[in-house]
């Protein structure tokens, strides 16, 4: 008679460890605590990920315990090598210090609980599935996908629960001999799960976060094994978890309605289940509707935005932390001069429900923030941003330090101030023109300006400036300067505003005159006070490059 043992070894024969011997090599850890970040390499990490991978770290180390990184490249069809590194230095670039991780070139990760790639972890899998199938609590299924088509289509039309399960399982209860036969000829076929669940029976789990959830039974007989040997996502994070001895499973609550099947999979392993932590997921309001964060629509979804654009990552951590740990904000807002390393997270605590991701406030955030900081900060952190992205104008920051940070300095700590800079972006904007060779790049010059537009009219502009030089002094004061520049612009026939401007009489407004110099000195529309910038460039540029026409 046919036995379930000579089954599993007709399909594992290379297996012969036990989960035993796995449990030795990977024994549990001195500090039970441990958490960890597990992304698929897809190389787009959703903003989420920053809220999710800095809860499970620091929940993990105020514990004393072990955070760790574990790529979840189980579908192949995604590129891996690349993205191991993108994924650590992201983290990295948001001050994130990983305990274990994985190295992909040389196989040499860091670790006792290696390999930290799940398709390096391909035999490890087996043994887990090969027991499965000993207890025959897994068997092979050769569906095809014609079939399980007909089957979604039928319990679509009778309304009923979507899946393989009871009948619609056609191998399920297929006799050992007829496996036998069918092994013998015809090896693809994928392993699911035999799930002892009861259609319609009602389970009640724990989740650290959102307490008591009360939910119908997993019957789904899930594949757990894929044809190209492959474990699926629920096999795999159950045998990777249980092994690397996690002890908090903190992830995204779209993972929260797999766990019912999570636990399932525990128990048929007679294995403790780790505690579950779903944090609420980020939702934008969308033409009046919350809708989740999404990749396609979105663009601030995806981490790289914030790095592109120049944000400050510690301020990105704080407004996630604000809106998925409403408690954490009551801290804050009583403890302000704390940093928001100095609170303790407390999944209980944590917000239940969704946590809307204002794109408008987090820009306010940043913009305080950028506001806040002494210049010496400002100019710390934004030279190492320009370093990385803008080696050149880099350059120039680090040979005239004085200059930059006076230049960073205009109108900084006034009420125009938290204007200037939401970016470190709009810091290198606003930086460019201070440089000649910066300058020089820009689009914007005399001639761009609209045509028919006075200052565009070289003859007129050229005896303003050969004037306005003669004059210009830079140490004069706000009315000295009123009271001098009003001379010149009587003289060319300017108005001082709109309302007394009449194209009749006026061949322009002193604001096109202002307009005329910001362009021509900064090749820029928008500028800082001009006088200002003026007094930062020194006379010898200014007219160096007003005289330049
Ligand atoms: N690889 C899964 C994902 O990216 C991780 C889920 C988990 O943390 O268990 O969604």
Same mark, same amino acid.
């Given at each position: 008679m046919t036995t379930r043992k000579e089954i599993a070894d007709m399909i594992f024969p290379e297996v012969t460890e036990t989960i035993q011997d796995l449990e030795k090599k990977y024994p549990p850890r001195t500090n039970p605590i441990c958490s960890r970040f597990a992304p698929s390499p897809t190389g787009f990490l959703h903003i989420g990920g920053v809220s999710a991978f800095f809860t499970e770290r620091k929940f993990a180390k105020q514990n004393g315990g072990t955070f760790f990184l574990r790529i979840e490249d189980t579908d192949q069809k995604r590129e891996v090598a690349g993205v191991v590194n993108l994924i650590i230095n992201y983290m990295k670039m948001f001050g994130i210090q990983i305990d274990e991780w994985p190295i992909w070139e040389n196989n040499s990760d860091i670790g006792n609980y290696w390999p930290y790639i799940q398709s390096q972890r391909k035999d490890i899998y087996k043994v887990f599935a090969k027991y499965l199938l000993e207890n025959g609590l897994a068997y092979p299924c050769w569906m095809t996908p014609e079939e399980l088509e007909l089957i979604r289509t039928q319990q679509t039309k009778i309304k009923v629960t979507p899946g393989i399960y009871g009948n619609y399982s056609v191998r399920r209860n297929k006799s050992l001999e007829e496996i036998v036969d069918k092994l013998h000829t015809d090896k693809n076929y994928v392993i699911r799960f035999r799930s002892p669940g009861e259609l319609g029976k009602r389970m009640v789990f724990e989740d650290a976060i959102k307490g008591s959830i009360e939910t119908m039974e997993n019957i789904n007989d899930i594949v757990l094994i894929k044809s190209d040997e492959l474990p699926t996502y629920h096999l795999a994070h159950i045998v990777d978890d249980h092994l690397m001895r996690v002890s908090h499973v903190i992830r995204g609550e779209e993972r929260l309605a797999s766990v019912p099947l999570h636990i399932q999979l525990f128990s048929a392993f007679w294995l403790p289940h780790p505690k579950y932590c779903h944090p609420a997921s980020l939702l934008k309001i969308d033409n009046g509707n919350k809708r989740k964060l999404s990749k396609r629509h979105d663009p601030e979804a995806d981490i790289w935005f914030f790095f592109e654009n120049g944000y400050a990552t510690q301020w990105i951590i704080e407004y996630l932390l604000t809106i998925i740990d409403p408690w954490f904000e009551e801290r804050q807002k009583a403890n302000p001069?704390? !940093?928001? $390393?100095?609170f303790d997270i407390v999944l209980e605590k944590m917000g239940k429900s969704w946590a809307l991701f204002d794109f408008v406030k987090l820009q306010s955030v940043n913009n305080n923030y950028l506001s806040r900081i002494s210049t010496n900060e400002l100019y710390d952190q934004s030279l190492a941003r320009a370093l990385k992205y803008r080696p050149e104008l880099a350059k120039n920051m680090q040979t005239d330090v004085t200059y930059v940070k006076a230049a960073m300095n205009i109108e900084r700590h006034t009420v125009k101030d938290p204007k200037r800079f939401t970016t470190y972006v709009d810091v290198e904007t606003q930086l460019n023109f201070f440089f000649d060779d910066e300058r020089t790049k820009l689009s914007w010059n005399i001639e761009t300006l609209k045509e028919g537009n006075v200052i565009a009219d070289k003859v007129l502009m050229t005896n303003f400036v050969d004037e306005y030089i003669q004059i $210009?002094? $830079? !140490?004069?004061s706000v009315e000295e300067r009123f009271a001098q520049l009003k001379e010149i612009w009587k003289k060319y026939g300017f108005a001082a505003n709109n309302a007394e401007f009449k194209e009749w009489w006026y061949i322009g407004k002193t604001w096109d005159l202002a307009m005329f110099l910001r362009v021509q000195l900064c090749c820029a529309t928008q500028t800082p006070d001009l006088f200002s910038v003026m007094q930062v460039m020194g006379k010898e540029r200014v007219m160096k490059r007003l005289m330049a026409m």
């Open positions: 001069e704390k !940093s928001y $390393l100095d $210009l002094n $830079l !140490s004069m």
